[in-house]
């Protein structure tokens, strides 16, 4: 039996997650060692690693160094969270792997206890590396993936609103799945659900990340929702609002898409005092994001706020706020967000103290065909138009509002990018989204962007969540190569034939437009319709065949097979509904993509895990040009 003795170095809620975690999995590590032994475990941090680029220990950048043998552990690190994710590299050099979220889905090899002679020094490539919630998520889900993100070398979460909640209603109320029934839990129950979300993250010693949309909602005084309001605005609400074709209303009814007119003292001042108010209240928080309203083309006509830009108004009001809360002594972090109609730099404004804030780019309307490594030349800024804008769509049409930023704002910066958002259900075999991913991580020094938040569904792993595991370890390690990462992953997940199964998810990926399922580019495509086409005959053909000359998976495997066999007949059902849309033929699309429907929706509480069926069938509607009947 091994025994691990911790020698105490302080109290710390992260240290003793650290320590449970290291004697849980070594115990399952050296399940088969019959010696009585006990191991000295030292836990250090908070004091520079030796030898390392990045000198000073502080809680935002993480580093650490790994002694380990059969007489003694060390892990020193820049703070606890270093020290978790010094147990978790520890792990992976022993052969663990996690290749998804959950218990169930990972890799414990057996080994002798003489095999433990590891020593690492080690410091994260890039200081932002998370994760933030969308779709509909269980709370299983969610905390399954809080628990994930350190494994991988990720320390961030961003829970995005003031709470999950239409996540978890999302879910719970199985949104666009009617063959499940309503069980959306009470006020009290979702409180107890926000505040485990909260504490997982904590005892991960995650960073947290908090809110972004919403804060002109409440500023009005309004409960934040994602829905059309019961009511119309009430009459002292009226002059708070922007003045969009002549009135001044909730925008297409909903109230958080509604910007306020940022020119009107009592607006700017509820704003700037619901921010601040908020930051003192939750100490907790790392990251504030503060956003103004989503959706474009809706901000102030009137006079005054003609007379200035918006990103002006912007960053006026985030100085507004950064004077109160230094006047409060509170440290808290705002993350301004470049975005929309923000895309446009300010023209007079700066930020008084830069240090207090990180810069967000969020190029939503991107194409995910290709990574920020093939760009090309970057042209001039399109003019901006008050009300008139048009998104961006080539990479170095984005990237030229970056750049424009990163001319008078060289400040703490990381890129919100949307790969497993929307995109990744376009790429069938998760190949080429996991590519540019790896790609676009590796770019990020040469844009002058120190890490990466994805903004994502949690339930993004079919048929597998290759795509995530590159994201997180290559955000830790950049020089790791893809290949490496193919092979490290696939060959635990699928076993011996893994170079076999990647070639067939590579063709499937070759075959697919991550740009086509996402809205972007002509609805009648011939080329895309025939690749469509030529996913069902190339499924049809090979996947059997594929599944027989390899060995019958393990115990462990069997999940990764169970979900490869699922996801053929899914990729049959849905290119049917893809091939029709493409070619034009509108008579066969309803009812391929009827078919496709009932399957997902059939098979869902069977699958849920790993295919988010509602976000798949908005971004379906919304984007892609199906029509969504929820009660077929």
């Known amino acids: 039996m091994i025994h691990l003795n911790f020698i105490r170095v302080t109290e710390n809620q992260v240290v003793d997650y650290a320590q449970k975690e290291l004697t849980g999995y070594l115990c399952r590590l050296l399940r088969e060692e019959i010696t009585e032994c006990s191991i000295p475990v030292e836990f250090a941090y908070g004091m520079p690693i030796p030898g390392l680029a990045v000198p000073e220990a502080n809680d935002l950048d993480d580093q650490f160094q790994i002694l380990a043998s059969p007489q003694l552990i060390q892990i020193s690190g820049s703070n606890p969270r270093s020290i978790l994710l010094g147990v978790y ?10 290749p998804m979220p959950g218990k169930e889905c990972e890799y414990i090899p057996a080994i002798r206890l003489d095999q433990l002679n590891i020593r690492l020094c080690e410091a994260a490539s890039f200081r932002h590396r ?15 993936f809080i628990d994930w993100l350190p494994k991988l070398g990720c320390n961030s979460f961003f829970v995005q609103h003031f709470e999950p909640e239409v996540f978890l209603k999302n879910w719970y109320s199985h949104k666009y799945n009617p063959l499940l029934s309503e069980e959306i839990p009470g006020r009290e129950e979702l409180e107890h659900m926000y505040r485990k979300i909260d504490k997982a993250m904590a005892v991960r010693g995650l960073l947290h990340h908090r809110v972004g949309h919403g804060w002109t909602s409440k500023a009005m005084g309004v409960p934040y929702a994602c829905a059309p309001a019961v009511t119309a605005p009430a009459k002292e609400q009226k002059p708070m609002l922007a003045l969009v074709n002549g009135s001044r209303e909730f925008w297409e009814g ?3 898409n509604t910007n306020l007119c940022y020119s009107n003292p009592k607006a700017r001042d509820a704003f700037i005092k619901t921010v601040a108010d908020y930051a003192l209240s939750h100490p907790e928080v790392d990251y504030i994001h503060v956003w103004l309203a989503d959706e474009y083309n809706n901000v102030c006509e009137c006079r005054s706020c003609r007379s200035t830009s918006l990103s002006d108004q912007y960053i006026s009001l985030l100085n507004e706020i950064d004077h109160t809360l230094e006047q409060s002594g509170v440290t808290t972090h705002i993350v301004l967000l470049l975005y929309q109609e923000l895309l446009w730099p300010p023209i007079r404004q700066a930020l008084v103290h830069p240090e207090r804030f990180t810069l967000m780019f969020a190029p939503i309307s991107r194409t995910f065909n290709r990574s920020y490594s093939c760009r090309g030349p970057i042209p001039h800024l399109m003019p901006y138009r008050r009300n008139q804008i048009a998104l961006p769509h080539t990479l170095e049409e984005n990237l030229a509002f970056l750049e424009a930023w990163k001319e008078h704002y060289d400040i703490d910066s990381f890129v919100y990018d949307y790969p497993l958002g929307r995109a990744h259900y376009g790429d069938l075999g998760y190949h080429t989204i996991a590519r540019v991913i790896s790609s676009d991580i590796k770019e990020l020094p040469s844009l002058g962007l120190n890490g990466y938040m994805s903004c994502q569904e949690l339930r993004a792993a079919f048929p597998n969540a290759f795509p995530n595991y590159v994201m997180g370890r290559t955000l830790w390690n950049s020089s790791l190569s893809f290949e490496k990462l193919e092979e490290e992953y696939y060959s635990v997940i699928y076993g011996s034939g893994w ?16 740009d086509y399922f996402n809205g972007i580019g002509p609805r009648i495509n011939s080329e895309q319709a025939a690749h469509y086409k030529e ?10 065949y594929i599944r027989q000359c ?6 462990f495997q069997k999940i990764f097979f169970t979900l490869l066999d699922y996801h053929a ?3 049959i059902l849905i290119t049917k509904a893809l091939a029709a849309l493409a070619a034009g033929c509108a008579a066969d699309v309803p009812g391929a993509w009827d078919s496709f429907m009932k399957f997902i929706r059939y098979h869902e509480t069977e699958f849920q895990p790993y295919l988010d069926v509602y976000r798949v069938l908005e971004v379906g509607t919304k984007y892609t040009g199906f029509d969504l009947d929820i009660d077929r």
């Open 89 to 98: 590299r520890l792990l992976s050099e022993t052969g663990c792997r996690f």
């Open 130 to 144: 998370g994760v933030c919630i969308e779709g509909a998520d269980s709370i299983e889900n969610i905390l399954d």
């Open 499 to 514: 170079r076999t199964i990647k070639e067939y998810l590579k063709r499937l990926s070759s075959l697919s437009s991550s």
């Open 569 to 571: 007949e899914y990729c």
């Open 254 to 256: 909903i109230p958080s």
């Open 535 to 544: 996913v069902q005959r190339y499924v049809e053909e090979s996947y059997q």
């Open 550 to 555: 390899i060995n019958p998976p393990t115990p």
